[in-house]
């Protein structure tokens, strides 16, 4: 019998609105909020001190955006998490709104389109990104809290006090890691490049890049800690889990991408 502190899993529709046979979900949602509200802010953001981007460009990029996200965070999902399924079943990897996304696939969507697009303009590349990645963790917290309302991704089992029973998860009490997650990769995240534009660091182009791949790097890591392991991969090498495991190389090329940027401007001072 689970602890009498567990709290109940709340009773909310993944479907936001349905009209006759079309239904939107909180997920569908999720994507929405977290492009246009981060479109906007990215707006602002071009608005500010030292002007390196124009708010036209951040504009028209809001389409490569949403394409980047969408695509390459459905394709890393399927190659990265259920390869064997989506083999067997290929149509469905269409899908999308079954759920089932990949940040780190997602990543590498919206990065080859950040390539693509700063070389169509004729734009530094990391006088853009530091701008469209102060974005991200508000797209990041939409979405795990649509992981919650979903009740998918959800933790490992748990004795602490705000324990959930969630209905895909059995009847042990489980950690609500999607909520530990969106506070970690979304409003702490958010925090940190909020405070480090607001004392100039866009100035070093680079750096708020470097500092959002390492610090979302280690939010995850630390956040994959209570997230039960997706069923069909489970537990790792050395008990890693696979958000662990990818979370490596972008820890590794935000460090790197800070230090390249630190070392030009001190070279470029001389």
Do not use: K
Not at 119 to 147: K, T
Not at 179 to 204: D, H, K, Q, T, W
Request: with cysteine; net charge positive.
């Amino acid at each position: 019998m689970p602890p009498f502190f567990v709290i109940p899993f709340p009773d909310v529709n993944p479907v936001a609105v349905s009209l006759g046979p079309f239904a939107i979900r909180w997920y569908a949602l999720a994507y929405i909020a977290g492009l246009v509200i981060g479109w906007r802010y990215c707006l602002a953001l071009a608005g500010r001190p030292p002007y390196l981007v124009r708010r036209q460009d951040v504009d028209d990029f809001l389409v490569w955006a949403t394409f980047g996200v969408v695509l390459g965070g459905r394709i890393g999902y399927v190659l990265f998490y259920n390869p064997g399924y989506y083999l067997a079943h290929p149509l469905q990897a269409f899908y999308v709104w079954h759920g089932g996304m990949s940040f780190h696939g997602g990543a590498i969507g919206v990065t080859i389109a950040l390539i693509l697009f700063t070389r169509a303009r004729s734009i530094r590349l990391f006088v853009f990104s530091d701008i469209i990645i102060e974005a991200v963790p508000i797209g990041l917290f939409f979405g795990r809290i649509a992981n919650f309302i979903n009740g998918e991704l959800y933790g490992r089992p748990a004795t602490v006090p705000w324990a959930v029973i969630f209905p895909n998860g059995g009847p042990v009490p489980r950690h609500p890691s999607q909520l530990y997650e969106a506070f970690c990769e979304g409003i702490l995240l958010f925090l940190l490049l909020f405070v480090a534009e607001r004392r100039g660091v866009r100035r070093s182009p680079g750096v708020e890049t470097g500092l959002f791949l390492a610090g979302y790097a280690v939010a995850r890591m630390s956040g994959e800690l209570f997230r039960q392991p997706d069923p069909q991969l489970g537990y790792l090498i050395f008990g890693t889990t696979m958000g662990q495991l990818l979370s490596i190389p972008v820890l590794v090329a935000g460090i790197a991408i800070i230090l390249w940027s630190r070392r030009t401007r001190r070279s470029s001072a001389l």
